[in-house]
């Protein structure tokens, strides 16, 4: 049962559901209906849109409104895991005209030439990007041709106040990754559950920071090292997951998590507006974390390029990046967003940080399969717990 049920989770919940519905109807469309629809006289490429994006992470109504300006009709699929996405895209022929890949998961994906170039002479909007942002990914995607930034963000600690407090003393600061990776201090807070992302390339670079490796390194030695942390932590953690704990936090059902910055946020939102007294917050460790940023970008096969550059240049417009930022928590690379962000949103150093903060972030870049090879079955042993 889920004990939240607040407006703006409902109102996200029908969203998702008519979206669902939507993608059904879409899928159930095969041959003889869709001959009809595709041979009328309004091309069909410029009337449907197949989305594929994280879940979590579009406002209520977006989508909606993007399809009465244009005429569009957008199909939209979730996923919350950069290996799910690319499963889909390397199996080819997805359907989709749109995804979100992360930029170290992108980069490689662009090597195999998984994506189309996207032409930014015919995105009005592309001038609101913040170039001082992108800039930090430049070299994975030279010239940035195939991509453009949707939103970017930090994976750190997500925690409940009071649940925490009581087991880690009132005085006990929760900045550091200890409380994950320090077994004696995880054991402490084993009753009230410890959730981890279930994306092994993130959380074994920020364990690689955290022990003083590169986080970016493929050294199989590292990866052992970072291996037996994990490892020693493990018998605390609750699970592996990574959209579970949104709703977990909200609820009081666990009490800490590594998670992405935004959705421990909108947990943070979800228990305010419930008013059970859950009190969640969000910080960034001080030994600092992977910076990620998520990109749309059109895979080569899409059966619909042209609307998806009308998403992109709509997502792009400063109002509909100001109203994704407040609504789901995560920074948006667009300067034209910015005097509209909600104060909460603007002045939350969860979401904007201060240039100190940045500063301790890494980029991850992408990994050789040969390594990724090797980090998948680490990370099923410590899954496992073998
Ligand atoms: C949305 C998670 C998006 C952040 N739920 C991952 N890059």
């Known amino acids: 049962m889920n004990k939240v049920t607040t407006k703006e ?3 996200k919940h029908e ?3 008519q979206e669902e519905h939507i993608m059904k109807l879409s899928h159930a469309c095969v041959s003889v209906i869709c001959a009809a629809a595709i041979s009328g006289s309004v091309s069909a490429e410029d009337k449907v849109l197949n989305i594929y994006n994280w879940s979590d992470y579009i406002s209520p109504g977006a989508v909606k409104k993007f399809e009465k300006e244009t ?6 699929d979730v996923y919350d895991s950069n290996e799910a996405l690319e499963a889909k895209l390397m199996a080819g022929s997805s359907g989709y005209d749109l995804v979100f890949p992360s930029n170290s998961f992108f980069e490689r994906q662009v090597k195999v030439g998984v994506y189309q170039e996207i032409d930014k002479s015919k995105l009005s909007n592309y001038h609101n990007i913040d170039q001082s942002l992108t800039d930090k990914i430049k070299n994975q995607d030279i010239g940035n041709k195939h991509n453009v930034p949707y ?3 930090t994976v750190g600690i997500g925690y409940n106040v009071d649940m ?3 087991r880690l003393g009132p005085n006990f600061k929760l900045d550091s990754l200890d409380v994950l990776f320090k077994p004696e201090v995880a054991a402490k807070l084993q009753d009230c559950g410890i959730a981890v992302l279930d994306s092994p390339s993130e959380v074994m670079s920020i364990v690689n920071n955290y022990i003083g490796e590169d ?3 493929e050294s199989l030695s590292d990866l052992k090292a970072s291996a037996k942390v994990l490892a020693s932590a493990r018998p605390y953690y609750k699970y592996f997951h990574s959209s579970k704990y949104i709703s977990d936090l909200a609820n009081g059902d666990i009490c800490v998590a590594l998670g992405y ?3 421990i946020l909108q947990a943070k939102a979800r228990a305010k507006e419930a008013g059970q007294g859950v009190n969640i917050a969000y910080s960034i460790p001080k030994e600092g974390t992977v910076m990620w940023f998520d990109l749309m ?3 080569k096969d899409a059966p619909h390029p042209k609307a998806a550059m009308k998403y992109i240049n709509y997502i792009l417009r400063g109002d509909v990046a100001a109203s994704l930022s407040n609504y789901i928590f995560y920074a948006v690379p667009n300067t034209a967003a910015m005097p509209m962000l909600d104060a909460d949103v603007s002045e939350n150093k969860g979401i904007y940080p201060t240039q100190a903060v940045k500063d301790k972030l890494f980029i991850q870049v992408a990994h050789t399969s040969k390594f990724d090879r090797s980090l998948t079955r680490t990370w099923s042993n410590i899954k496992t717990g073998r």
């Open 164 to 166: 925490v407090k009581k």
């Open 71 to 76: 005429g569009i009709k957008v199909n939209y």
């Open 215 to 217: 986080p970016n390194s």
């Open 297 to 299: 970008a059109i895979p």
């Open 261 to 263: 910055n935004g959705d």
């Open 9 to 11: 989770s409902k109102k």
């Open 15 to 17: 969203l998702y559901i």
């Open 151 to 153: 939103t970017w963000g």
